[in-house]
């Protein structure tokens, strides 16, 4: 299935995909879609000369995006959801660890046949053998095309925790999600917290420092006029979670606007929630951040320690955003249903 001269390529494209210099014509969709897409994608994963498999997955992007396809922020989304300009809803967040592209394939068809508008794919760090930004970006957009999917594809890198001062390390990693598409990053400064100090602010001095000086860096690479959400993992589990918050959206703001001036900033809070003593406290403290800061906030359910009842009552929380663990990804589509953009 690889090609191993340039005539292999020209044959693989032939009566489906025209390049021209920086531009690319798609002549035929059917039989890109069809008959080509798969082995251009398997050539742009396994082809042995890295400059080849950039080609080809920057040859996906491009044939997506003439399609219609296109990797987007959900940034706007967050900022309406938080002004009341939009309906109550729940986006899925989904983490396709194995084969991206086949379970891709089926996450398309479930939003085409539930009608749901948005589905946060999550690429994150709890797989060892994960795939890299390019290569999981170039299998979903593959999977969007292949399903006949039209629209905005939500990407999220959920691998940037920080467990010391590690901002140039951060900020590479940003830069080649960036550059792959994922508009839609997620901090986790949790670590850099110091919770033995008596002080909140001091407490989340080095975490809201650190994030502010990534998030600044964000908005200075990511593309003109994308808006990248940026979204913040916060820590819960003490009676101060609250005054943690404020201490750390205040100082933040503050750090921020030296770094970036007056440009968005933070654009969701990110909560992990592992019993549902958590869950409650999860609920108090969505409330705070939306009617103080306007700031939605999303949950991670990576446990198992959940009644059904729980998952089917998350659409009526003030949740814009569960990232679901592996054990509900089979029920997507009854998720999907209840909580997704109709």
């Given at each position: 299935?690889?090609?191993?001269?340039?005539?292999?390529?020209?044959?693989?494209?032939?009566?489906?995909?025209?390049?021209?210099?920086?531009?690319?014509?798609?002549?035929?969709?059917?039989?890109?879609?069809?008959?080509?897409?798969?082995?251009?994608?398997?050539?742009?994963?396994?082809?042995?000369?890295?400059?080849?498999?950039?080609?080809?997955c920057w040859l996906i992007r491009q044939a997506a995006a003439g399609n219609a396809i296109h990797p987007a922020s959900l940034g706007g989304l967050y900022a309406k959801v938080a002004r009341g300009q939009a309906p109550k809803f729940t986006i899925p967040t989904i983490s396709l660890h194995a084969m991206p592209y086949w379970a891709g394939r089926s996450v398309f068809r479930a939003m085409r046949e539930v009608g749901c508008g948005a589905v946060a794919?999550?690429?994150?760090?709890?797989?060892?053998?994960?795939?890299?930004?390019?290569?999981?970006?170039?299998?979903?957009?593959?999977?969007?095309?292949?399903?006949?999917?039209?629209?905005?594809?939500?990407?999220?890198?959920?691998?940037?925790?920080?467990?010391?001062?590690?901002?140039?390390?951060?900020?590479?990693?940003?830069?080649?999600?960036?550059?792959?598409?994922?508009?839609?990053?997620?901090?986790?400064?949790?670590?850099?917290?110091?919770?033995?100090?008596?002080?909140?602010?001091?407490?989340?001095?080095?975490?809201?420092?650190?994030?502010?000086?990534?998030?600044?860096?964000?908005?200075?690479?990511?593309?003109?006029?994308?808006?990248?959400?940026?979204?913040?993992?916060?820590?819960?589990?003490?009676?101060?979670?609250?005054?943690?918050?404020?201490?750390?959206?205040?100082?933040?703001?503050?750090?921020?606007?030296?770094?970036?001036?007056?440009?968005?900033?933070?654009?969701?809070?990110?909560?992990?929630?592992?019993?549902?003593?958590?869950?409650?406290?999860?609920?108090?403290?969505?409330?705070?951040?939306?009617?103080?800061?306007?700031?939605?906030?999303?949950?991670?359910?990576?446990?198992?320690?959940?009644?059904?009842?729980?998952?089917?009552?998350?659409?009526?929380?003030?949740?814009?955003?569960?990232?679901?663990?592996?054990?509900?990804?089979?029920?997507?589509?009854?998720?999907?249903?209840?909580?997704?953009?109709?």
């Amino acid at each position: 299935m690889l090609f191993h001269r340039a005539s292999g390529l020209e044959g693989l494209l032939r009566g489906c995909l025209e390049v021209h210099g920086s531009s690319v014509r798609i002549v035929d969709a059917h039989r890109l879609r069809e008959q080509r897409l798969d082995a251009l994608l398997y050539n742009a994963l396994f082809q042995p000369e890295e400059k080849v498999r950039y080609f080809l997955c920057w040859l996906i992007r491009q044939a997506a995006a003439g399609n219609a396809i296109h990797p987007a922020s959900l940034g706007g989304l967050y900022a309406k959801v938080a002004r009341g300009q939009a309906p109550k809803f729940t986006i899925p967040t989904i983490s396709l660890h194995a084969m991206p592209y086949w379970a891709g394939r089926s996450v398309f068809r479930a939003m085409r046949e539930v009608g749901c508008g948005a589905v946060a794919l999550s690429l994150d760090g709890s797989a060892e053998s994960a795939p890299s930004p390019l290569e999981y970006a170039t299998c979903l957009l593959a999977a969007a095309m292949r399903e006949g999917y039209e629209g905005p594809v939500f990407l999220e890198a959920d691998f940037l925790c920080a467990d010391s001062d590690q901002t140039g390390l951060i900020q590479e990693l940003l830069e080649g999600a960036i550059n792959a598409g994922f508009f839609n990053v997620l901090l986790d400064p949790r670590r850099l917290e110091d919770l033995t100090h008596p002080d909140p602010s001091a407490q989340v001095e080095a975490s809201y420092t650190f994030c502010a000086a990534l998030a600044s860096f964000v908005r200075q690479i990511e593309p003109q006029g994308v808006g990248s959400a940026i979204s913040i993992r916060f820590g819960l589990g003490d009676a101060n979670t609250a005054l943690r918050l404020r201490a750390f959206v205040e100082g933040f703001d503050r750090e921020f606007v030296r770094r970036a001036g007056h440009v968005p900033g933070i654009s969701r809070f990110d909560l992990n929630v592992r019993s549902e003593l958590d869950l409650d406290a999860a609920v108090e403290l969505a409330e705070v951040a939306r009617r103080e800061y306007l700031l939605p906030t999303g949950v991670d359910l990576p446990g198992t320690s959940f009644a059904d009842e729980w998952l089917e009552a998350l659409v009526n929380m003030p949740f814009a955003q569960v990232h679901l663990g592996d054990w509900l990804k089979a029920r997507v589509s009854a998720i999907l249903g209840q909580g997704g953009i109709k």
